[in-house]
């Protein structure tokens, strides 16, 4: 697969999971079948398209609005790398901390990796201490 059509799969993947969007489908069919995910944030790896997709779910429940915007794309064989911005607005319990109403707002990285026309993992650091800030969890000197 040629750099472009790894980035443009990448694209359609990462826009489908972290915009408004709702690409559900999207991403089933992009995914491979042994298909897992890991931001910081999150407590564990996800396994399986289906799985990411229940997260996802959930996220948009508490972030409504929920956007991501990229800043900039690199793409060296089959793994795109992704700088972003993303947001929305804090409507319902996020790690167990209640919606604020709040508007959050956070930057990360996102690299993907795509094996024979399929998206087999997703993983990045964004920027946790950040979105802790904005939910009261660290406070605002740290």
């Avoid at 990411?52 to 793994?79: M, P, W």
């Avoid at 167990?96 to 109403?101: A, K, L, S, V």
Wanted: glycine residues 12%; charged residues 20%.
């Amino acid at each position: 697969m040629s750099e472009d059509k790894t980035t443009e799969l990448a694209r359609r993947f990462v826009e489908a999971a972290w915009s408004n969007s709702g690409g559900y489908a999207t991403l089933e069919a992009l995914a491979a079948p042994e298909f897992s995910v890991k931001y910081s944030l999150m407590p564990a790896p996800i396994e399986g398209v289906e799985a990411y997709c229940a997260l996802l779910r959930q996220t948009r429940a508490s972030l409504e609005d929920i956007y991501i915007k990229f800043v900039h794309v690199a793409t060296q064989g089959n793994t795109a790398v992704f700088s972003w911005e993303g947001g929305g607005t804090h409507k319902g319990e996020i790690m167990g901390i209640p919606g604020t109403g709040g508007a959050l707002h956070w930057t990360g990285i996102s690299i993907v990796e795509v094996t024979d026309g399929k998206v087999t993992k997703e993983w990045g650091e964004e920027d946790s201490a950040r979105v802790l800030r904005q939910l009261g969890v660290i406070p605002a000197g740290i």
